[in-house]
C-alpha cells in the first residue's frame, strides 16, 4: 500500500492492476467501471510503486488538454523513466506540432477518404473468402488483416511479412505484468522493428524513388527547423506508427463485433439500415475505448481536488470517459439512437489521435462490407482479453454456419 506519502490520505486509495489485468472479455472495462462507481474524480492506485488515477471524464479532459500540466514524456503509469521516446506521442509542445506537421498530410481526412474505394475492395475480398468457411477467428482472421495491410501499404512495408511483424507487436505491447523480464521482452520487441526499419531507410536511400508515396520514402527527407531528422529521431517515429498501426484498430474492431455477436438487435440494426453504420461506430468507440494513457505532473498542482506534485505519475483512462454516466446517460449501454456524443476515444489535446480518420473509415467500411455479407453470426468460446495500456482481445471464435 502506498500510503506513507501524507498526500494519500487525503485520496481514497484503490488497486487496479492495469499491465497485468486479463481475463474473460471487458474484464478491464468491468474493473474500471467498478473503481469510477467508487472513487471519484480521483484515487490512488497501488500498482507498482503507485499513481493517481483519475476517474472522471471532466478531470480526464481537462488533464489530457493541458500538456504543459501534464507531460506526455511518459504515457505508461508504471514506467516513470522510460529508456525510449515514441515520436510524436511522447513529445511536447511545441515539438510535438512540428512533428505532428510532418505527419499530417499521410492521415488527412481527404487523403483518407481517396483510399475508401481500395478500402473497400479490401475488405470485401476479404470477407467474401472468410463467408464461405461458416466460421473464424474474426481477431486473427480479419481484426489483425484488414487495417493492417491498409497500414503497410501506407508504410511501404511488405505484406507478406505480417506475421513477423504481429510478432514483433505482440511482444512490445502484450506482454503482461511488470518487472525486468517482462521489459527485456518488449525491448526486444522495439530492437527487431528499430533494427528492421533500420534496413529499410538505408535501402530507400541506395535506391531513391521519386514517385514513391509511402511514408518510410518520404521519411528519409523530412526536415524540422530545417534540418534532416536524425535517424534516431526518424526510428522512433517509425517505430510509434508500428505500434499504432497493427494494434488500435485491430483491437477496437475486435470490441465492436463481439459487442454486435452478442446483441443482435443492435446487430439487425446495422443489417436493415447500413446508413448508421458510421455513427454505430462512433457509439462503439464511445462504449468501449481501448486506450488507458498516461502523463507525468510537470508542476505541484491541486488538480481536481488531487495534491499533486511534480514528477507523480496519473493514468487517465479513456474508458472511464466514455463511460462515465455523469457525462452520457446510461453510459456503459451502446444506444444507437444516442445523438452525437463528444466522445474522447481517440484522446483530447494536442496528442489526439493522429489517425481517428483513417480507423473510422477502417472500422465502418469493414462493418459495412462484413454485414452484407454474415447478417447473423454467434460468438461460439468465451473470449479473452489483455489488458494494459491498450485493451484488446485475443481471440474472437464467431460462426454463422451450422
Known sequence: ?????????QCPVGTIELTSLAGLALTGFAAIDALQDEMRPVFRNTEADGYWMFTDYAAIL????????????VIVPTDPNPPYQWIPVMVDPPQHAKWRQVLAEYFSPGRVKGL??????LAADLVERIAAEGSCDFVKQVARVFPSHIFLNIMGMPVERLDEFLEW???????TGVGDEVMAIRLEGMQQVVAYFQTLIDQRRAERDPEAQDIVSAAIGWTIDGEPVSDGDLLNCLLLLFMAGLDTVASQLSYAMLHLATHPQDRARLVAEPDIIPHAVEELLRAYPIVQTARKATQDMDFHGCP?????????????????????DDARRVDLDRGVTRHISFGAGPHRCLGSHLARQEMAVMLEEWHRRIPEYRVTE????HAGQVFGLDSLQLRWKD
Open 1 to 9: 500500500m502506498v500510503t506513507a506519502d501524507p498526500r494519500v490520505t
Open 62 to 73: 481537462e488533464g489530457l488538454q493541458h500538456p504543459e500540466w501534464w507531460s506526455s514524456s
Open 116 to 121: 475508401r474505394d481500395e478500402h473497400r475492395r
Open 169 to 175: 507487436e505482440d511482444k512490445m505491447l502484450h506482454q
Open 308 to 328: 499533486v506534485k511534480a514528477g507523480d505519475m496519473a493514468s487517465f483512462p479513456l474508458a472511464a470517459a466514455g463511460r462515465d454516466e455523469q457525462m452520457f
Open 382 to 385: 468465451e473470449p479473452v482479453e
